[in-house]
């Protein structure tokens, strides 16, 4: 998808070419195609004569967490929500869909929202890539990171409503190439001979209420998705260094026990191995549930 400039936008107000109801453009600028709210055609807005790229007879099936046109901050940035979108993939004959936000400001430009069951995603466009993957490539080492390639599948958009910067079709087919390091997910998209790279943060629910002034709760993620952080990376470092230096001291009053008991009636290193292992208790479980955490996380991967 293309990458627009930023300028200053002035609303377009229409009738649609298909059922007559109104339609308002909010980035004409920027806006190649509109999706119709009342009959779900959707429109060619690049030119004053609109033009009907795909018309469309059923109701609007769908309807997005974030209402179109409500503006909001995200992670400092004003944005406006112009589009919404759902994309499916098909692994192993199952359908899996999640959705995408158009969000948008005339000095930053486009930004993207992505929601999978309950779970979402905070991403731009980057030219940080400058290749497209390479066969059998595992890894992409980039800002300082390594992503580690998670998925490649062939996405199709199934919904669509709302204005795009680019022509929008259902059914449109895009080959999307996922690399994780959590927080963080690296995105390829390929389409028409065209690669683009967006880069990703996960946000928790209550962040994306919060920066539009939804109502309500958010729904409560299920499962764990690709680039969602462990819970336990934290507490986890934490745990080991409180275990090293309570171990650290143990060691060092056994060592001086003698001296203060010259006639010990129980072994000095029975006594530390003892007070270690029960020490070690803590660390270790969360180290365990850490794994299990990594382990569940990639059985969803192309490497499971």
């Not at 059922?19 to 920027?30: D, E, F, Q, T």
């Not at 807005?45 to 018309?55: F, I, K, S, Y």
């Not at 066969?135 to 669509?160: E, L």
Request: glycine share 8%; proline share 8%.
């Amino acid at each position: 998808m293309p990458t627009p400039q930023p300028g200053s936008p002035q609303a377009r107000s229409f009738n649609c070419p298909h059922c007559g109801a109104p339609v308002n453009v909010l980035a004409p600028r920027h806006s190649q195609s509109i999706v119709c709210g009342a009959c779900g055609s959707i429109l060619d807005c690049r030119t004053p004569d609109v033009a009907l790229l795909e018309a469309y007879e059923k109701k609007v099936t769908s309807t997005p967490w974030i209402p179109l046109g409500r503006r909001g901050k995200m992670r400092g940035e004003l944005v406006e929500c112009l589009g919404y979108m759902h994309r499916t993939i098909t692994v192993e004959g199952t359908d899996y869909t999640w959705s995408e936000y158009v969000l948008w400001n005339p000095q930053i430009g486009y930004r993207w929202l992505t929601e999978y069951e309950g779970h979402w995603s905070y991403s731009k466009a980057t030219n940080a890539v400058s290749r497209a993957p390479i066969a059998g490539g595992t890894s992409i080492k980039v800002y300082g990171m390594s992503f580690r390639h998670f998925q490649t599948a062939t996405a199709r958009v199934t919904f669509v409503l709302g204005e795009f910067p680019w022509i929008v079709r259902r059914g449109s087919k895009a080959r999307c190439y996922d690399y994780v390091c959590p927080p963080y997910i690296l995105s390829g998209e390929e389409e028409d001979d065209e690669f683009n790279w967006s880069l990703g943060e996960y946000l928790e629910p209550y962040v994306v209420w919060k920066a539009f002034s939804l109502e309500g709760a958010p729904r409560t993620p299920v499962g764990i998705y690709l680039n969602q952080p462990s819970p336990y990376s934290a507490g986890l470092t934490r745990a080991w260094g409180i275990f090293a230096g309570f171990g650290c001291a143990t060691a060092a009053l056994t060592l001086a026990a003698p001296a203060y008991s010259p006639h010990p009636t129980t072994s000095p290193f029975c006594c530390t191995l003892s007070g270690l292992l029960l020490l070690a208790a803590w660390p270790a479980a969360m180290t365990a549930m850490s794994s299990s955490f990594e382990t569940r996380r990639w059985s969803e991967s192309d490497h499971a």
